[in-house]
Structures are given as structure tokens and as C-alpha cells.
């Protein structure tokens, strides 16, 4: 049974950082991207970051470039997305997904395999 637990979030003050992190179980990963996704009160579920298996291609959504940064670390079945320069729109459930087996970057909730629980995030102004 695939679990993704997702940690790291928390209250922050706009402009401050937080790191969150993302720890998969119950099989390895071998070709599919890892990323994020966010959902804000009221708002649809969007994509916010993704990083393929190898490391070498990353992908943003516009409103987060710049400041967020994803990682992984292949050996521990875990993704990471730092995050900084927070601002109080960036306020959001974020939710840990891996992609469809093939490799290719979720953009889109119809290509994620697995979904976390979420942890929240919340900035305040």
C-alpha cells in the first residue's frame, strides 16, 4: 500500500520560509516525477511544482517561481519543496502527489497516481 505523509507546514509571516517534505512508502518509485500541489479555501486544487525521478527537470507554476524550489532525494523515496518569500495568497493545503508511471511532470490532477493527506500552510500578513 502506497502512503505519501507529507511535513513542514505551519504558520509563517509573509516573507518568511518553510520547507516542506514528502515521505513515499509501500514501493520505489523508478520512473514517475514527484511534486505538489495546493488548494486554497474556495479555490480549485492546482499545481505547484514538479521534479522528475532523475532530478534534471523541474517544472513551476508561474505564481511560484522564483521563490519555491523542489527537490528529491531518490534513496529515501522522498520530495522536498522549499519555500520562500511567502506570501499570504501562497496560503494553502499542499498536497504531495506522484505522477503517472512513464515519467511525465502532473500538471494536472488526472495525472497523478497518489495523493497525500496535505498539511497546511498558512501566511499571514
Known amino acids: 500500500q502506497v502512503q505519501l505523509v507529507e511535513s513542514g507546514g505551519g504558520v509563517v509571516q509573509a516573507g518568511g520560509s518553510l520547507r516542506l517534505s514528502c515521505a513515499a512508502s509501500?514501493?520505489?518509485?523508478?520512473?514517475?516525477?514527484m511534486g505538489w500541489f495546493r488548494q486554497a479555501p474556495g479555490k480549485e486544487r492546482e499545481f505547484v511544482a514538479a521534479?522528475?525521478?532523475?532530478?534534471?527537470?523541474?517544472a513551476y507554476a508561474d505564481s511560484v517561481k522564483g521563490r519555491f524550489t523542489i527537490s528529491r532525494d531518490n534513496a529515501k523515496n522522498t520530495v522536498f519543496l522549499q519555500m520562500n518569500r511567502l506570501k499570504p495568497e501562497d496560503t494553502a493545503v499542499y498536497y504531495c502527489?506522484?505522477?503517472?508511471?512513464?515519467?511525465?511532470?502532473?500538471?494536472?490532477?488526472?495525472?497523478?497516481?497518489?495523493w497525500g493527506q496535505g498539511t497546511q500552510v498558512t501566511v499571514s500578513v
Open positions: 502527489v506522484v505522477g503517472t508511471y512513464g515519467g511525465a511532470i502532473p500538471r494536472a490532477k488526472d495525472a497523478v497516481d497518489y
Open positions: 521534479i522528475r525521478r532523475s532530478g534534471g527537470s523541474t
Open positions: 509501500g514501493r520505489t518509485f523508478s520512473t514517475q516525477a
